[in-house]
Every structure is written in structure tokens, then in C-alpha cells.
């Protein structure tokens, strides 16, 4: 019987619940903070090596966003089948591996199916890490919304890092040829160690009973709002609707922010530790972000938390467009940074306080596959645009008008009956 099961009489400590959702936060680190977006730093030196327009450089992310759709459709068989624990450590496992291989080559297309089985895996561990996360916040039900800002916030770990490593290697690889595959192999090795700290998780999680393919069985009766909810997924995907819309459009403008925004500094001579700080400062406001917004996730069972940091984030997105200002631009990144991440939260804590337990997966999938949807979007478009006449500049305007349509569409979302 897992403790889960045991009820109070043996009530698991809040530090153990916190301290494992700090362990499975590494998954989230890797399949964005990492396998994602570490691309955004890397695009200028193999856009320069390689002789990329800004279209195709975009496309590169769109092939791992299309990568991310697949993986999002596959993985609640796999979880069902094998658990969303295995899903986990298997996907990020296979996130080391592939991106190892695009250090090995140089040609479009090869790059393009490598970041396409990239965004699989990356699919893959961020659906079950969120899932296991919404698990382990339903063992300390007052605390759901920082596990899950804590699981989410592992993104920004994986920023920081790649903001600090990626840097030095290509610094030190400056005179070999394609100096930017050695950062791609530093990654991959990140990405071998997180997924040793994920093993760590696994065991732990294991000992509540988390980590089978079936849901666990709460400690106490689930509130009679999330006792019931849609059966079939025709009726989830009305029922969710504005906040499917708000969450799609969400992908579309955020990805062109983190794909690009490195490139529009270096085009405009930013000095390489001004970019250094203003990535790493993006990345510490992402870890920080799970406190600062877990009230919020937790106090609203509609799509109000989904509109406002849509809109947030819009502003902070529109502002390197609008000005050249350092402090504006740093603002820019922390604002982003505190924000972004919370978004994904709060569409599992949407689907958390309005499904019961059995539903969930079906329900976080939902949401991540609009989500990769617009992914596929935001980078090729962006990218188009950069390529014209308006610049890099003109596209980011053009995400941050996406996000505050996805602001609007959620604000319609209301908490199911």
C-alpha cells in the first residue's frame, strides 16, 4: 500500500514533497530549458557558420516544434502503457542522445530531422514530468501550485545553464572548425546528468506511489467541482475551449521571443556579457516564477491566470522592438523570464482543480498539443518576417499582438460546473 493510500495516519513531511519536486524539476530543464532553448543561443554562430536566412533558422525550431506535436500525440499511450516514470527517463535519455547528434552535422535537412526527434523526446519528458508533478501536488493539495511552479521553474535552471556553458565553449572551441557542435555535445552531456538526478526522482516517487501508469489514490475526497468533469475528449475540448485558444496563441508568440531575441542583441552589437546576464537573468526569474505566481494558480479555477500572464508576457515580448534602452531590455527578460513558464503552469493547475485524477493526462495533453501547434507556428513566421524589411523587430511585434489575442481568448474561460 503506498503512503498515498495510508491516508494521514502517516503523514508524508512537506520538505520530502518539496525537495522531489526540485529532483523532477531537471526534466523540465532539459526538455525546454535545455533541448529548446538552448537553441536560441546557438543560432547566431551556425546562422553566420552556416549561411542560414532568418526563415530557415527559424524553421530549425519549427522542425523541433513539430517534433514536440508528435511527441504530445504519443505520449499518453506510452504513459498508459508504460508509465509516465519510464516516459520520462526514457525521453530524456533519447534528448541526450539526439542532441549529440546535431553537433555531427551541418547539412539543412539532417539538422532538421535532428531537432524533429528532439522535440519527440522533449515532448515526451515534459508531459510526464508535469503529469508526476500534478501527482505529487495532490499529496500536499495546499502546496499543488508551488510543486508544480517548482517542476516548471527546472526550465530556468536549464537557461542559466546554457546561458553560462554555451558561451564558454564556443569561446573555447573559437579556432576548430564549427566551433558550435562542441556546445551541442556540452549540452548533450547536461542533458546524461539530468537524466541521472531523474533516476533519483523516480525512486523517490516510486515510494509514494506515483509513478505507475494509473493515477493514485488521494489522500482525501477530491472538492465536488473536480468530482466529475468532461468524459469524452469532444467534451474536454469544448469545455476548455477559450483556454485551448489562449494557450495555442501563447505558442505562437512566446517561441518567436526565445528563438530570436538573442539574435535581434547580437545584430545590434550587444556585447557577448551583456547577452551572457541577460540570458542568465531570464533564466533566474524563470526559477523564481514559481513562487511568485503560485498563489494565483491556486486561488482561480478559471482561465483568469492563463490571461493575465498572456498579457504580461505580450508587454515584456513588444519591448525590444520598441527600444534599444539596456535597462528596458533587461526588464524585457526578467519580466519574460517571470512569467513564461507560469503560463504552462497554470493550464495543468486549470486542468487539476477542474478534472478528477483519472482525467488529468488526457487533459495536460490536450493543452500540449495546442501548445506545440502554435510552436510550429511562431518560429517560421518570425523568422519570415526578420528576413524583411521590418527585421527582427517587426516579428516580435507580431508575437506579442499573438499574445495578447491569447490573453483575450482566455479571459473567456470560466471553471466547469
Known sequence: MSHLEQGSACPVPLRRGLVLALWLSLGAAVSLGITRFAYG???????????????????????????????????????????????????????????????????????????????????????????????????????????????????????VLSSLAVPAVLTWAADRPHAWAWAWWALAVACLVATGGLAHAWRGLGSLGLTGAAPPVPTRPLAPAAAEGPAHTGALLRAFAPSLVGYALFGVGYIGYMTFVIALLRDRGTPAGEITLFYALLGVAVMASSRLWAGLLDRHRDGQPLARLNALLGLATVLPAVTHAWPVLLASGLLFGAVFLSVVASTTALVRHNLPAARWAAGISAFTI?????????????????????????GLVFSAGALWLGALAAWRQRALP
Open 370 to 394: 495546442v501548445f506545440a501547434a502554435g510552436q510550429i507556428v511562431g518560429p517560421a513566421v518570425v523568422g519570415w518576417i526578420g528576413d524583411g524589411p521590418g527585421g527582427l523587430e517587426r
Open 41 to 159: 543561443l546557438l543560432l547566431p554562430p551556425m546562422r553566420a557558420d552556416l549561411g542560414w536566412s532568418y526563415l530557415l533558422a527559424g524553421a530549425m525550431n519549427t522542425a523541433n516544434a513539430v517534433g514536440y506535436l508528435v511527441g504530445a500525440l504519443t505520449v499518453p499511450a506510452l504513459m498508459r502503457r508504460h508509465g509516465p516514470a519510464t516516459v520520462l527517463l526514457g525521453g530524456s535519455a533519447l534528448a541526450a542522445l539526439f542532441m549529440a547528434g546535431s553537433g555531427f552535422l551541418t547539412a539543412d535537412g539532417p539538422l532538421l530531422i535532428q531537432r524533429w526527434l528532439a522535440g519527440i523526446a522533449s515532448a515526451w519528458v515534459f508531459v510526464a514530468g508535469g503529469l508526476l508533478a500534478a501527482r505529487l501536488g495532490s499529496v500536499w493539495p495546499r502546496h499543488a501550485g508551488l510543486m508544480l511552479g517548482l517542476y516548471y521553474g527546472g526550465v530556468g535552471s536549464g537557461i
